[in-house]
C-alpha cells in the first residue's frame, strides 16, 4: 500500500504508470510513496526528526474539499511546509533509519535515490502549483 497522489488537470490516462516512481511520472501529474519504513516520509521523519504522515496529511481538512481532492490553496500551503523539508533532507550525507528489523544504514546509492525521490514529490508539488491544480490524494 501507498500515498498515491494525482494532478486533476491533467490527463488522467498518462498518470496510470503502475505505481512508477520516476520522473516521467511526475511529468504526468503522478506521485507514489510507500507507507512502509522505507517510504519517503518514513526516512525523512526520522533523519529530520519531524512528524511526516500521508494519513495525517490527509486528516487535514483545512487542505481538502469536500470531494477530499487537495485545493489549490491546501497545495500551495502544504508545499510551503514540505518544499522546506526536502531541501533541508538533500543535505543530509548519510541516512540511518530504525526499521521493525533494526537499524539500517543506508547505500551511497540508497541515500541518493531516497534523496532524487524527495525531488520529484518538490517537482510534483510545482507542477500542481503551476497548473492551478487541485491534487486527488489516495491515501
Known amino acids: ?7 486533476t488537470k491533467m490527463d488522467r490516462r498518462l498518470q496510470v504508470r503502475g ?3 520516476s520522473q516521467g511520472a511526475v511529468d ?3 506521485f507514489r510513496d510507500a507507507y512502509n519504513s522505507y517510504g519517503l516520509f518514513a526516512v525523512m521523519s526520522q533523519v529530520l526528526s ?5 494519513w495525517q496529511t490527509a486528516k487535514r ?3 481538502f ?3 477530499n481532492n487537495m485545493t489549490v490553496d491546501g497545495v500551495k500551503k502544504w508545499a510551503a511546509e514540505i518544499i522546506p523539508l526536502i531541501d533541508e533532507f538533500q ?3 548519510k541516512i540511518s533509519v530504525k526499521t521493525g528489523k533494526g537499524i539500517v544504514n543506508y547505500a551511497p546509492d540508497e541515500t541518493q535515490a531516497v534523496k532524487e525521490h524527495a525531488l520529484l514529490l518538490k517537482r510534483f508539488l510545482e507542477l500542481a502549483i503551476a497548473k492551478k491544480s487541485t491534487i486527488i490524494f489516495s491515501v
Open 50 to 54: 519531524k512528524e511526516l504522515s500521508w
Open 19 to 21: 505505481f512508477e516512481v
Open 28 to 30: 504526468a501529474g503522478y
Open 91 to 93: 543535505k543530509v550525507e
Open 65 to 67: 474539499n469536500k470531494q
Open 61 to 63: 481538512k483545512e487542505l
Open 1 to 7: 500500500m501507498g500515498a498515491d497522489l494525482y494532478i
